[in-house]
C-alpha cells in the first residue's frame, strides 16, 4: 500500500468567539495555498485510488481541494479521522486493497503519531506535519508492519 497523510489546510484559529472547533472552516488564505499545494501533490504523486477524510469541514475541504487537483476522485468522509486513535486508522487501513493508494486527510497530533507509528519511530514530534502538509510512504505489508518514508 501507498500511504498519502495529509493534514488539513490553514483553518480558523481554535477559539475564535461564535465557532466550535468542530466547525471551523478553512481561510481564504488557506484554500489557496492548499490550491497551490495540492496542484504540485498531483504532480508528483499518483491520483489515490481512496481518499479518504475526516468529516470535520477543514478537512473535508482540505480533502475536495486535493480530490480536485487530482481529478477523477472524491473524497469519503471517514469519521475515524475525526476522533479515531492511531490504533483504529490501522486497522481500516487493514481494511482496503494492500495494492491501494490511499490518501488520508486528518488532523494532528493523531497523524504524526500514525506515521511514528507505520515509520517504527517514537518521536511524533520529529514528524509533525505542518497545516496542508503532506507525507507519502510505502507500506510493504500490512500497515501495522512499518514502512517507508517516500
Not at 54 to 69: D, G
Amino acid at each position: 500500500m501507498r500511504l498519502l497523510v495529509i493534514r488539513h489546510a490553514i483553518a480558523v484559529p481554535a477559539g475564535t468567539p461564535g465557532i466550535p472547533d468542530d466547525e471551523r472552516p478553512l481561510t481564504s488564505a488557506g484554500r489557496r495555498r492548499f490550491g497551490r499545494a495540492a496542484r504540485g501533490l498531483a504532480r508528483i504523486a499518483e491520483r489515490p485510488d481512496v481518499l479518504l477524510t475526516s468529516p470535520l469541514p477543514r478537512a473535508r475541504a482540505t480533502a475536495e481541494i486535493a480530490a480536485q487537483a487530482w481529478g477523477r476522485v472524491r473524497p469519503r468522509d471517514e469519521p475515524t479521522l475525526a476522533r479515531g486513535s492511531v490504533g483504529q486508522i490501522v486497522a481500516l487501513l487493514g481494511t482496503l486493497p494492500r495494492e491501494a493508494t490511499v490518501a488520508l486527510v486528518g488532523h494532528e497530533p493523531t497523524l504524526s503519531s500514525l506515521l511514528a507509528g507505520v515509520l517504527g519511530s517514537a518521536r511524533n514530534e520529529a514528524l509533525a506535519l505542518r497545516k496542508g502538509g503532506a507525507a507519502l510512504v510505502d507500506l510493504d505489508g500490512a500497515p501495522g508492519d512499518g514502512g517507508r518514508l517516500i
